[in-house]
């Protein structure tokens, strides 16, 4: 079974490209996985550049590549360059949140099939998972889409993952991944879990998120849970706990830290949390 510390110690920073990352950067640890997100107002190329920038600096990137923000084949390829030459063990794949596509892929399946042809020398591809459910798509369209791509990876000879939504409900999550798990998804799983960031603010983000679902359960037990998120902190090993104990039957292999961009917070948490659990 993974140990909660060892979740813990080798949980994945989430980044955003803003500007207000540069003075964050020096606290990422040394090392650290980092995934790069992708927005419609960055664009792409944005994700690409911080990408370089987080490699530069001698830590693991893991770009997020927007389905619905690559225009055609062309881009598609080139976007399997940028990984070859990169020499890229990991991506992380979206749809995105773009209202219509740029170009001919309107999800993930359809890029991933396209994908996969090119020579990307990738080791790994994650994808999106919803234990919320989307806020957009039926439950039953987004797990055929989750089983499409599993299917996809599988025939590539490409090994993958599955990275979920910003989390707060435990009990709920296991539910959804136990109700996978009996549909024939076998893909390690990694929990979307917020790093240290105010209460206040991590509610103000939500909608931007598809976190929608999560946020009312937050607000609808915030007393039982209010001590989670107090101004300056988010201590959420109370929340992992029960998650790090079925970690074997659900095949949960990572935390997926949303920083915000509070990385110096987020990574003082880290080792607060290792040294407790030491």
């Not at 979920?164 to 549909?183: G, P």
């Not at 390690?188 to 209460?199: N, S, T």
């Not at 988010?234 to 706990?241: A, E």
């Not at 998650?243 to 607060?272: C, M, P, R, Y």
């Amino acid at each position: 079974m993974s140990s909660l510390r060892s979740l813990i110690a080798e949980a994945r920073y989430e980044v955003i490209p803003l500007k207000n990352l540069e003075s964050q950067l020096e606290h990422i640890p040394t090392g650290a996985s980092v995934s790069v997100t992708c927005s419609v107002n960055k664009g792409q190329q944005a994700t690409l550049d911080l990408t370089d920038r987080i490699l530069g600096l001698g830590h693991q990137a893991v770009p997020h590549i927007s389905a619905r923000l690559a225009e055609d084949d062309v881009a598609v390829k080139k976007l399997a360059e940028f990984c070859r030459e990169r020499n890229l063990s990991e991506i992380f794949l979206v749809a995105g949140d773009a209202p219509e596509p740029v170009g001919k892929y309107d999800g993930a399946v359809a890029f991933l099939r396209d994908f996969l042809g090119m020579d990307h020398g990738l080791q790994r591809i994650g994808v999106t998972a919803y234990p919320d459910g989307h806020s957009l798509i039926a439950k039953d369209v987004v797990r055929r889409a989750l089983l499409d791509k599993q299917a996809l990876l599988a025939e590539a000879g490409i090994a993958g993952f599955a990275s979920t939504q910003m989390h707060f409900d435990t009990k709920q999550w296991i539910k959804w991944a136990r109700e996978e798990r009996s549909a024939g998804f076998t893909l390690p799983l990694h929990i979307g879990a917020p790093g240290a960031i105010d209460r206040a603010k991590l509610i103000s983000l939500s909608t931007k998120l598809d976190i929608g679902s999560s946020v009312r359960f937050l607000q609808k037990n915030s007393g039982a849970i209010f001590k989670m998120f107090r101004p300056g902190g988010y201590d959420p090993i109370k929340f992992l706990t029960p998650l790090a104990k079925v970690s074997d039957e659900l095949n949960l292999e990572g935390i997926h830290l949303f920083t915000f961009n509070n990385v110096q917070a987020t990574a003082e948490w880290q080792q607060k949390a290792l040294a407790k659990l030491a």
